[in-house]
């Protein structure tokens, strides 16, 4: 059985992922959750500054982190919503490097500076989802320079977006901003399941989940990166 | 009696697990996982190798009696197995000995009855039997109560070390001395019943005049129990014990760091933790003490550090001793008690399977170099790398 680990914003993506996996390979997996974090405080802290900050802490050491204990890790995914690329200042940081002395010499997310000039959207990059995905999966992976690369999943605009390409049939379901506000929890169901208090609580993702699976296909053809990650996991596990 | 491996089927949630354990072997996992469920396995192979598997023998080794239907496994997607088998292996000298059972358990609360039995010696078959066997046997009854010694020979002796297995969960009014033990036993109840009693055995002076607690000096046990200057074992007094609270016919006095020399308090006014302390040095160091147990929530009470510095020291005495012990926890200072360097002491973690809800146990090992990287165990239990936590925030 293969043993991957889970470097995610939130628990309800790795129940996602996990989930997809043992779809895509059709067999058992023993998932590990190493971000978030279990303990109280959650060190690392949560969502897409936690994913980030692992990627700093663990990136130099992975290869001693994926194979100093047994059962040894076969395969991390790194996942990261899309959403960051447009509402997040600090990851354009290296963008206006030429605009601020501070640059380079501190972890953008530990920067105090207040004039500082980053502006979003941020116009140094290719547009749409594929510029998105691009500059965030290279900002995340510079932090590998091991032998083991991990998987690196920005789904857009978030996780979510991909329980809407398996219930509607739109044609850009990546490019819906807040899709689980927006459309899965808008009303009090979606497709007949209910969204009590618009949470999304485990026992509700749990129900949309086996739907995502059941129609993976479709999700793959509507969201670029289910299917970068159907043939990511397929090709390396 | 070294084990080398112990195999469950069809045991609650249990479905089909094989692992081969150290002497001391610490399990963790979610809640729910199936830790206590292992430690329930391994009682009722020890009643049914030794004994027989009924509600008396069960509840003697603390397992929690179940409705009937309940031992069997159940799982939606996967095959009922007929039978509820376990398997042992270990080393006695130079030779493995395995010993086989199948066990069916029946609707009602009578004895399980015996499927199939049976020992080997390095694969000879020694004794066995089944319902195609020419001698039938008794079928609620097991081996050691059944096999001649000259069938079993000197097997015999190291197969009766699992005879004693029970399963240790003290609780704070029973150590304290004012509730009684419901499952009461020798040297220590099951929920630390006769601690007081158990504590003045090990006490003793050596040769050389030094005041020594079973294996360790006492001021060894003071490193744990920091605040006290001493401890000892008396009747109770007046001056030690509010006349009003019950008492047990002896009781553990401790003199604490910074008080008069001449005041005393008992177990009842004492730091918790302090007790379950002396319970797990009692259980490993105890000459009457089973060479084979289990303690449920091993850490319960303790202060994290205090955990860690106890685990330590159980580590040193059980294998010193050649017991075997089976733990589980949920506090990650324990693990930093661990040397798993040393194969005497193994961690697994225990979770079930999102597909089938069944349990699994895998052995972590971790080379030196991971902890070099300022990563203790306790570290990479918390953030996930070991496995055994649930997905929550």
């Known amino acids: ?237 | 009696m070294i084990i080398e491996s112990i195999s469950v089927k069809g045991f609650k949630s249990l479905n089909n697990v094989t692992f081969e354990p150290g002497n001391v072997n610490v399990f963790i996992g979610a809640n729910g996982a199936g830790k206590s469920t292992i430690l329930e396995a391994i009682g009722v192979l020890s009643a049914a190798m030794t004994d027989r598997v009924d509600n008396s023998s069960l509840d003697r080794k603390g397992i929690r009696l179940s409705t009937p239907s309940l031992y069997k496994s159940s799982f939606r997607d996967t095959k009922k197995n007929p039978t509820i088998g376990f398997q042992i292996q270990w080393k006695d000298g130079q030779d493995q000995i395995t010993y086989d059972v199948n066990l069916n358990n029946p609707n009602d609360d009578s004895a399980w009855r015996y499927h199939s039995e049976a020992l080997y010696r390095n694969q000879e078959k020694l004794w066995g039997r089944s319902g195609n066997s020419q001698v039938q046997y008794d079928n609620r009854v097991g081996m050691l109560m059944l096999a001649q010694e000259v069938q079993l020979g000197i097997i015999k002796a190291s197969a009766e070390q699992l005879k004693d297995y029970a399963i240790y969960q003290p609780s704070t009014p029973i150590l304290r001395g004012i509730s009684p033990d419901k499952y009461q036993a020798t040297p220590l109840g099951l929920c630390g019943g006769r601690l007081a009693e158990a504590i003045e055995e090990l006490l003793h002076t050596d040769e050389d005049g030094d005041m020594k607690f079973g294996d360790l000096y006492i001021d060894e046990v003071l490193e744990l129990v920091d605040w006290a200057a001493n401890f000892s074992v008396a009747a109770p007094k007046k001056s030690s014990i509010n006349s009003a609270v019950p008492t047990s016919r002896r009781v553990i006095e401790f003199q604490d760091k910074f008080m008069r020399e001449k005041d005393r308090f008992t177990a009842y006014d004492a730091s918790e933790g302090s007790l379950y302390v002396l319970f797990l040095l009692c259980l490993a160091m105890h000459e009457k003490s089973p060479n084979v147990f289990a303690v449920d929530n091993f850490d319960q009470a303790m202060n994290p550090r205090l955990a860690r510095a106890t685990t330590r020291l159980f580590c040193e005495i059980i294998k010193k001793r050649n017991k075997t012990a089976f733990i589980t926890t949920h506090n990650p200072l324990v693990l930093d008690g661990l040397k798993l360097n040393d194969p005497a002491v193994r961690l697994f973690t225990v979770e079930r399977s999102k597909n089938d809800g069944t349990a699994q146990i895998k052995r972590i090992e971790v080379t030196d170099e991971l902890i070099s990287l300022d990563q203790p165990l306790s570290r990479l239990w918390i953030n996930g790398r070991l496995g055994g936590v649930p997905n929550l925030l």
């Open chain 1, 1 to 237: 059985m293969k043993t991957i680990g889970f470097v995610c914003e939130g628990p309800r993506d790795s129940d996602m992922l996990e989930a997809v996996i043992r779809h895509i390979l059709n067999e058992d997996i023993t998932p590990l959750y190493l971000q978030p974090e279990a303990s109280l405080d959650g060190e690392n802290g949560n969502g897409w500054k936690g994913v980030w900050t692992w990627c700093l802490k663990n990136g130099n050491t992975l290869d001693q982190y994926m194979q100093g204990a047994i059962p040894k890790i076969d395969m991390i995914i790194i996942q990261m919503d899309g959403d960051v690329f447009r509402k997040e200042r600090e990851v354009h940081c290296a963008c206006y490097a030429d605009e601020c002395a501070a640059s380079g010499e501190v972890f953008p997310l530990n920067c105090k500076i207040e004039d500082c000039p980053v502006v979003i959207p941020c116009g140094q990059h290719e547009a749409g989802i594929s510029g998105c995905v691009e500059y965030l999966q290279n900002l995340l992976l510079s932090y590998f320079p091991g032998q083991y690369i991990p998987v690196c999943l920005i789904p857009c605009d978030s996780t979510d977006a991909w329980i809407v390409a398996a219930f509607d049939d739109f044609e850009d379901s990546e490019t819906i901003a807040d899709p689980w506000n927006n459309i899965i929890s808008k009303k009090k169901d979606y497709h007949g399941i209910r969204v009590p208090g618009h949470k999304k609580t485990k026992t509700v993702y749990d129900k949309f989940i086996p739907v995502v699976c059941q129609n993976w296909e479709s999700v793959k053809n509507r969201c670029s990166q289910a299917a970068y990650f159907d043939h990511a996991i397929s090709a390396v596990l």
